[in-house]
């Protein structure tokens, strides 16, 4: 590989490491993850190491975690003693499985505490905090139920329908015209 090959090898893993560090993922992965889908064939963990200038503990942790998520397989060389490793390149399939396990697990969670709220608030002396507070976490429970179902449906269908914001985003201007929302 020329040294200029190298350097936008770089570049392009930093570039997805700061991307993936964005999502809330350590940039390790993101680096690691676009060094084996740039390359043409698998690669040892050595070579990973040496190219990320990342320790050899570093890249075993990071490839590990990478394979729980599906994104990086560990594949076998005939007549090779190191372990290979090599990219998930099916975009579809990495950004489903972290949708399903990451982001509809936070939004099952939040719609659980929600309802627990309300139940809560339920629970104390009628008052008007009291109706303000329900009906303002209700309307924040609806939203993640609509947010839930976006997920779900953007998983099975590989479309996300954001129409069903509209309803959930609407529902306030109504309500709470000439009101401080």
Not at 77 to 103: C, L, N, Q
Not at 159 to 180: E, H, I, K, P, T
Request: hydrophobic share 45%; no cysteine.
């Amino acid at each position: 590989m020329t040294e200029s090959l190298e350097a936008a090898e770089r570049l392009a893993a930093d570039a997805i490491g700061d991307v993936i560090e964005h999502w809330g993922f350590r940039k390790a992965l993101g680096r690691t993850w676009t060094l084996l889908f740039l390359r043409q064939e698998a690669q040892p963990a050595s070579e990973i190491s040496e190219r990320l200038a990342m320790s050899a503990g570093a890249v075993s942790g990071t490839l590990n975690e990478l394979q729980r998520w599906g994104v990086v397989r560990r594949v076998w060389k005939p007549g090779e003693r190191k372990e290979f490793y090599e990219a998930e390149t099916d975009f579809w399939k990495m950004i489903s499985r972290v949708v399903s396990e990451r982001e509809r697990f936070l939004a099952e969670s939040v719609e659980e505490r929600l309802a627990q709220a309300a139940e809560l608030a339920r629970q104390t002396p009628a008052s008007p905090q009291q109706d303000h507070f329900i009906e303002r976490v209700t309307r924040l429970s609806q939203f993640a139920q609509v947010a839930k179902s976006v997920m779900d449906s953007f998983i099975r269908s590989q479309r996300a329908d954001f129409q069903l914001f509209g309803n959930v985003l609407s529902m306030g201007r109504a309500r709470g015209a000439g009101r401080d929302a």
